[in-house]
């Protein structure tokens, strides 16, 4: 292929990036809909009581949504939730679900509030109660994300209403003070969704319930569906990371880009995935995206003024391992890809006031111990590599292991399917698979062009690419995509790619 044609295809998905860049600099772009979000929040408008044109449109695109079949838990969750969303008078039995993780155990008591809520058989409200006011303790969650707090006590609300218990004003209470003055619930439709349910049951007429039905109603799309958060600070962090060395991208996005997200630093010192400017306050710092933030930020003056206070926030919520969790939670476990995010971030910086070395060897030892990565936020083959490698060395056994394993499960159109089993290739999982075969130096001409020809093929006259499959974990199991950020990554790839020789030269002999 030659590089010219590479060359367009980049230039086109650049303009495409500029044509939606927002004028606070930001990138924010709303997530494709699907069942989860939707039958919550058509359930919650149905005990709210509200005008039938949100139940018809919402309803009437639940009806042809297809259920997420990339494990069985999500199908089957999947499919009950939209039958209960669509028949609330006859609401179906909960299905006896898969149970392998704790991730699934989370996403169950969810689907049993819901149940709970309908009324549906094999939901035991008593069971709900007692599993919701345990995970918040004496302390009443305290130790937990707003997020997941918001759940539990909407949970215990919900149980401790279908026992027949008089209402816990305490817990009420509590619920209101998580909700932000827009009404939402942590810049999340779900968590607002899933509260909206709650205190329409117990506090109906009160200005929380009033505000909570009104955002949910407010954030209903235009085609009748809600959509999981859109993450601007995230979003346009990666774009930064992804896009920067293009020179129309540089001298037209990244300064104002770089301003928004010097103005979205928390007063905590790292940043959260979701602006002010999105819904309420945004969201509470995260580890991952302060890490993906300092990376795009590196080099800059942006950077340069946001250091102190990164590194303050580095410090404290560094662990005794030298590790970083994503939040701040007691229900938190390690992510790969966020340590590897921290670490590069640190450096990127050329600081030495926070530790990362042994954050570093970490990274290793997990490779060694399992003989692969894993990362958390994106289910893309590559991912995990394109993330961890620059950290440990793109040079080393674990890098060229994982470019090994990528290189042996190339399509034969030329791409990397977004998940083993998926039917398709994805866009974002080849420029990414390519980002590791370059990077690391293994990989072959041939595959390399063979990429590289899907990724200009499969591109849209506007520029852009269809993603065939969700991507990105949210919650777990559950998948969702927000294809700006399959954007980014694949520009990122396509960089590579028209960087390579073999992209040239194998155009020669190309049938």
């Not at 494990?71 to 039958?83: I, V």
């Not at 009324?119 to 709900?128: F, N, T, V």
């Not at 690391?440 to 200009?456: D, E, I, N």
């Not at 919650?475 to 390579?500: I, K, Y």
Request: overall charge neutral; proline content about 6%; glycine content about 8%.
């Amino acid at each position: 292929m030659p590089a010219r044609e590479a060359r367009r295809c980049l230039d086109r998905a650049v303009a495409a990036c500029l044509e939606s860049q927002r004028l606070n600099g930001s990138w924010a772009t709303p997530a494709r809909p699907r069942i989860l979000e939707n039958a919550l929040a058509a359930l919650a408008l149905t005990k709210a009581e509200c005008g039938s044109p949100h139940h018809d449109r919402v309803r009437a695109w639940l009806r042809q949504a297809e259920p997420q079949r990339h494990d069985a838990f999500t199908a089957a969750a999947d499919a009950w939730l939209r039958a209960l969303a669509l028949d609330v008078t006859n609401p179906p039995p909960l299905p006896v679900f898969p149970r392998d993780s704790a991730a699934y155990q989370r996403r169950l008591l969810l689907l049993r509030t819901l149940g709970v809520a309908a009324g549906a058989p094999g939901c035991s409200p008593y069971e709900l109660l007692d599993h919701a006011t345990k995970a918040l303790g004496h302390a009443g969650g305290t130790s937990l994300t707003g997020w997941h707090r918001a759940q539990f006590l909407s949970a215990a609300i919900i149980a401790g209403h279908a026992v027949g218990l008089p209402v816990d004003e305490g817990m009420v209470a509590a619920l209101a003070a998580e909700q932000a003055p827009d009404g939402s619930y942590h810049a999340m439709p779900l968590v607002t969704a899933m509260a909206c349910l709650a205190l329409t049951r117990v506090a109906p007429g009160r200005a929380a319930t009033q505000r909570c039905t009104a955002r949910l109603l407010a954030d209903q799309h235009a085609d009748g569906t809600w959509r999981f958060t859109t993450f601007d600070v995230w979003d346009t962090g990666l774009m930064v990371r992804c896009l920067r060395g293009h020179s129309a991208f540089d001298a037209l996005a990244r300064p104002g880009a770089l301003d928004f997200l010097a103005d979205s630093q928390s007063p905590q010192g790292g940043w959260g995935s979701v602006s002010s400017a999105i819904a309420g306050s945004g969201l509470d710092c995260d580890a991952d995206t302060t890490g993906n933030t300092l990376l795009a930020l590196a080099g800059t003056e942006q950077g340069r003024r946001a250091w102190p206070a990164v590194a303050v926030y580095a410090r404290e919520t560094q662990d005794a391992r030298g590790l970083w969790t994503t939040w701040r939670s007691s229900r938190d476990t390690l992510a790969q890809d966020t340590v590897a995010h921290m670490v590069g971030g640190m450096r990127a910086h050329g600081c030495d006031e926070v530790d990362v070395r042994r954050a570093a060897h970490w990274l290793h030892q997990q490779h060694r111990g399992a003989g692969r990565w894993t990362a958390d936020w994106y289910v893309f083959p590559g991912y995990p590599a394109a993330e961890i490698a620059p950290v440990v060395g793109w040079s080393t056994a674990a890098a060229r292991s994982e470019a090994r394993t990528l290189a042996a499960t190339q399509n034969r159109d030329g791409g990397w399917p977004a998940y083993p089993g998926a039917s398709s290739s994805s866009p974002a999982a080849t420029a990414l698979a390519a980002t590791v075969l370059i990077r690391s130096r293994t990989s072959t001409p041939q595959a390399l062009a063979r990429a590289a020809r899907f990724l200009v093929e499969t591109q849209r006259n506007d520029g852009t690419w269809d993603e065939p499959d969700p991507f990105m974990s949210g919650p777990r199991p559950f998948l969702t995509d927000v294809l700006a950020q399959a954007h980014a990554l694949t520009c990122r790839g396509l960089m590579d790619l028209m960087r390579h020789p073999a992209v040239a030269r194998s155009s020669r002999s190309a049938p």
